[in-house]
T-cell receptor
């Protein structure tokens, strides 16, 4: 079956630091990959996505590249801000009726 | 604005009571989903529906029930049979691709309902 593994937090960084949150997956075929962000007390919002190998998704300074050879979709940002503090979820979809398979989430804390 | 509305945002329930969480969407999406979120466990799928009057169990359906009488609405009932109902509940929907395939793979979420059993 499908599964997503991501580093568990909390991950604590200083403002302007470089961010990497690792995500690897197991799936049949060629899934689409996603990063969602959840701010405190809210639902999840799509941050970025990639639908085929070597695609790079990007949004709000965040980037992730779909690496089929390493089955990875690591999230990166060059300079984080306090406002980036949130929980980040990696997810995949094979287009199945049951939606997405999510990782357990990574809590990111950015200190001023 | 198009989106998903969940209500209530906070809900308290006594043990032994059923409670229904509302989820309404005006995105014209066919597919709708209910997830449960617990600290450190990510999102777990409770029920999903691809079309009106049809729905399927997810990974943790025991103690929950749903209905899909209208395309826009997918209410979740947490019954007294659910052993540990205190959690954050998220409703989501998904649209079709431009080519008409069933799922784009992109979920749109509501803001969630936090249920506490006293």
């Amino acid at each position: 079956g499908n599964s997503v593994t991501q580093m568990e937090g909390p991950v604590t960084l200083s403002e302007e630091a470089f961010l990497t949150i690792n995500c690897t997956y197991t799936a049949t075929g060629y899934p689409s990959l996603f990063w969602y962000v959840q701010y405190p007390g809210e639902g999840l919002q799509l941050l970025l996505k990639a639908t085929k190998a070597d695609d790079k998704g990007s949004n709000k300074g965040f980037e992730a590249t779909y690496r089929k050879e390493t089955t990875s979709f690591h999230l990166e940002k060059g300079s984080v801000q306090v406002s980036d503090s949130a929980v980040y979820f990696c997810a995949l979809s094979n287009g199945g009726a049951d939606g997405l398979t999510f990782g357990k989430g990574t809590h990111l804390i950015i200190q001023p | 604005d198009g989106g998903i509305t969940q209500s209530p945002k906070y809900l308290f329930r006594k043990e032994g009571q059923n409670v229904t969480l509302s989820c309404e969407q005006n995105l014209n999406h066919d597919a709708m989903y209910w997830y449960r979120q617990d600290p450190g466990q990510g999102l777990r799928l409770i029920y999903y529906s691809q079309i009106v009057n049809d729905f399927q169990k997810g990974d943790i359906a025991e103690g929950y029930s749903v209905s899909r009488e209208k395309k826009e609405s997918f209410p979740l009932t947490v019954t007294s049979a659910q052993k540990n109902p205190t959690a954050f509940y998220l409703c989501a929907s998904m649209g079709r691709t431009s080519g008409g395939d069933l799922n784009t793979g992109e979920l749109f979420f509501g803001e969630g309902s936090r249920l506490t059993v006293l």
